[in-house]
Each structure stands twice: as structure tokens, then as C-alpha cells.
Nanobody, 127 residues
């Protein structure tokens, strides 16, 4: 059974850093494009970053480019989101999601593409 589990969220001060993890079970994560999304209360879900299956090319939302880095550790079957220089507006529940299994499939920040989702992890940026 396909499963994604996020971890690493928490409370951090503005300017601080967190690293989120997305651990996959039941499938080889590298065979799917993986996206990170976030949703704050009362706001629409937005794409943050994604990574292609196979070649590992990445995409970032303009709001996080230069501050966030997505990466994949195939040995651990885990995708990470390193978040630096965090701002209060980064506060949200962060989700990872997997696209269909297809090697070299291009990722997208459009959430409707993704079919498997984790439970989310809360990130709060506040003094």
C-alpha cells in the first residue's frame, strides 16, 4: 500500500530553519515525481517545490526560491525540504505528495496532478 509520512515540522523563529522529511513506503519514491505543498487556515493550497522522477530536476515557487531546497535520498526512500530564512507567512501545514509512477516524469506545482498524499506536518514561524 502506498504511503507517505511527513515529519520535521515545528515552531521556529523568523529567520530560522527547518528540514521536513517525506518518507515513502510501498513504492520506490524515485519512480514518482514528488511535490511539497502547504496550506494555511482559510487559504488555498499552494505548491512549494517539486522534484522530477529519475533525473531529480527541481521546481520552486517564487515565494520560496532561494530559501527552500528540495532533495531526495534514494537509499532512504525519502524526499526532504530544507527551509531556511523562514518567514511568518511560511506558517502552514506542509504536505508531500506523489505523482503516478513513471520514470522521468516532470513534476508540477499543480496539486491536482498528485494522487498520493501524506498526513501533513505543521510549520509555525513566530517569535
Amino acid at each position: 500500500q502506498l504511503q507517505l509520512v511527513e515529519s520535521g515540522g515545528g515552531l521556529v523563529q523568523p529567520g530560522g530553519s527547518l528540514r521536513l522529511s517525506c518518507a515513502a513506503s510501498g513504492f520506490t519514491l524515485d519512480y514518482s515525481a514528488i511535490g511539497w505543498f502547504r496550506q494555511a487556515p482559510g487559504k488555498e493550497r499552494e505548491g512549494v517545490s517539486c522534484i522530477n522522477s529519475g533525473d531529480g530536476a527541481t521546481v520552486y515557487a517564487d515565494s520560496v526560491k532561494g530559501r527552500f531546497t528540495i532533495s531526495r535520498d534514494n537509499a532512504k526512500n525519502t524526499v526532504y525540504l530544507q527551509m531556511n530564512s523562514l518567514k511568518p507567512e511560511d506558517t502552514a501545514v506542509y504536505y508531500c505528495a506523489a505523482d503516478r509512477i513513471q520514470l522521468f516524469r516532470l513534476c508540477t506545482l499543480f496539486s491536482d496532478r498528485y494522487r498520493s498524499w501524506g498526513q501533513g506536518t505543521q510549520v509555525t514561524v513566530s517569535s
